[in-house]
Each structure stands twice: as structure tokens, then as C-alpha cells.
């Protein structure tokens, strides 16, 4: 089992950055992805910005360029700096993690999401 704790979500305006952490704990021997989604009102869940072992970090054609995911191995954690954002970053966001622990095949897991507001 692996919990994940997310934090550094909030209100901004236009144009202000916010950087969102994210920490897994539990049963981890090794996590292939770790990363971003998220999901604005009425819409589905999308990725936003994902780092995958091997090959490093892919991100939404609508954020490249002003998000920024990165990964400590040694903490378990990822997070997100967002800069320039916008109304339409408004969303829950909710952080990512493809892991596996001993005895555990590759799993998927999601934190509980945290909101994000831009609005003037």
C-alpha cells in the first residue's frame, strides 16, 4: 500500500506561480512514473505533466513552457511549478505515482487532489 500527501495548492492571480508537492510513502521499492493530472469542472481528468524513468518528463502541449515537473528519487516526492498561469489552470489537481513494492506488481495511485484557482 502507498499513500500519497499532496500540498501547495491555493488561490493566484493571472500571471503568479504556485509549486505543488507531492510525497509517496508506504510500500515503494521503485516507481516508474511520477507526475500530474488534473480535472476542471465538467471535464475529464488529463495529464498534465508526468516523469517517467527512463525517459524523463512529458507535459500537456497547453502547459510546455511554464510547468516544470521534477522528481527526488531519494524523497519519494514530485512537484510541479507552475508560472504564467491562467483561469483555464483552474482544477483539482492530483498527484500521480506508478510504483512497485516488494511482493507488488507495478500499481497505480492517486492522491485525494487539491484545488488550484487563478482568477483576478
Known amino acids: 500500500q502507498v499513500q500519497l500527501a499532496e500540498s501547495g495548492g491555493g488561490s493566484v492571480q493571472p500571471g503568479g506561480s504556485l509549486t505543488l508537492s507531492c510525497s509517496a510513502s508506504?510500500?515503494?521499492?521503485?516507481?516508474?512514473?511520477m507526475g500530474w493530472y488534473r480535472q476542471a469542472p465538467g471535464q475529464q481528468r488529463e495529464m498534465v505533466a508526468i516523469?517517467?524513468?527512463?525517459?524523463?518528463?512529458t507535459y500537456a502541449g497547453s502547459v510546455q513552457g511554464r510547468f516544470t515537473v521534477s522528481r527526488d528519487s531519494a524523497k519519494n516526492s514530485v512537484d510541479l511549478q507552475m508560472t504564467s498561469l491562467t483561469p483555464e489552470d483552474t482544477a483539482v489537481y492530483f498527484c500521480?505515482?506508478?510504483?512497485?513494492?516488494?511482493?507488488?506488481?507495478?500499481?497505480?495511485?492517486w492522491g485525494r487532489g487539491t484545488q488550484v484557482t487563478v482568477s483576478s
Open positions: 500521480y505515482v506508478q510504483a512497485r513494492g516488494r511482493g507488488t506488481d507495478p500499481t497505480p495511485y
Open positions: 516523469d517517467i524513468s527512463g525517459s524523463g518528463p
Open positions: 508506504g510500500n515503494i521499492v521503485s516507481a516508474s512514473v
